[in-house]
């Protein structure tokens, strides 16, 4: 279930009785949603009431992402607001919560729609991340794939290898810091091979050499700058 975060793999106003009326009556009270999720027995009764919150925010996050033409794009977009709004009062309340604390699909919501999100908000809420991986809430993994996914945005070099990207007609890496060192990278961040990775999803093997030739024709396609990509030291975060 963890490898879902590399796939797309982040509700309230004061998050207190308005929040809880307000988005409960409008998004959450029509159909609760039921996600076999074993983690749910560590959730702590506080946070019960956000499940059924981030089961909506979770499904709302995919919901139209995956389809084609301008309308459901511009319905993925309104979503996106909705969820990043819900999100962000959780999170400027609670902080980044962990599985023990709203299950895997609450956690996952979390992450996916901060991932969705522009670049500021990112900035903003990347200390946040770090705290979040010092503290066991987010992993090493979470933490790649957000740092990936902002230098795409910054138009910078990923490290890690998670965000693809569409070049002569096929899905690949989009430009990688260090090619030559990323297995060992990811394997620093629990993510697994390039290999492990791209194979379930593309049916196609890692190879390197060919990556290699094609890199530098990526960077000047997707006008990649040479600013240093962003990275937490993680030796740093957990001590």
């Known amino acids: 279930m963890i490898k879902s975060l590399f796939l797309y793999l982040v509700v309230i106003s004061v998050l ?29 009764d506080s946070f019960k009431y956000l499940l059924p919150i981030l089961d909506t925010s979770f499904l709302n996050d995919q919901k139209y992402r995956s389809t084609s033409g301008i309308e459901n794009s511009k319905k993925q977009a309104i979503l996106d607001s909705v969820n990043l709004s819900i999100v962000k009062k959780i999170i400027n309340k609670y902080g980044l919560l962990g599985i023990k ?35 066991y809430k987010a992993t090493f993994g979470d933490l790649a794939i957000f ?13 890690y290898g998670t965000q693809l990207t569409k070049f002569k007609g096929l899905m690949m890496p989009y430009p990688i810091e260090d090619v030559d060192v990323i297995d ?11 290999d492990n990775y791209l194979y379930p999803l593309l049916k196609t093997r890692w190879d390197i050499s060919i990556y290699k030739k094609e890199q530098a024709e990526m960077v000047k396609n997707f006008k ?7 990275r937490a030291d993680v030796n740093l975060l957990r001590k």
């Open 101 to 135: 604390d709203v299950g895997f699909v609450g956690k996952t919501a979390l992450h996916s729609v901060l991932l969705h999100s522009n670049i500021a908000t990112k900035k903003e809420y990347y200390p946040v991340l770090l705290e979040a991986v010092s503290k």
């Open 224 to 230: 990649v700058n040479d600013s240093t990509p962003i």
């Open 147 to 159: 740092e990936d996914k902002l230098n795409f945005q910054l138009h910078r070099r990923q490290y």
């Open 16 to 44: 207190g009785s308005t929040c809880k009326n307000s988005v409960k009556d409008k998004e959450v009270k029509s159909k609760p949603f039921k996600f076999f999720d074993p983690a749910l027995a560590t959730v702590p």
């Open 184 to 194: 060992s990278l990811r394997k620093i961040m629990k993510i697994g091979s390039m």
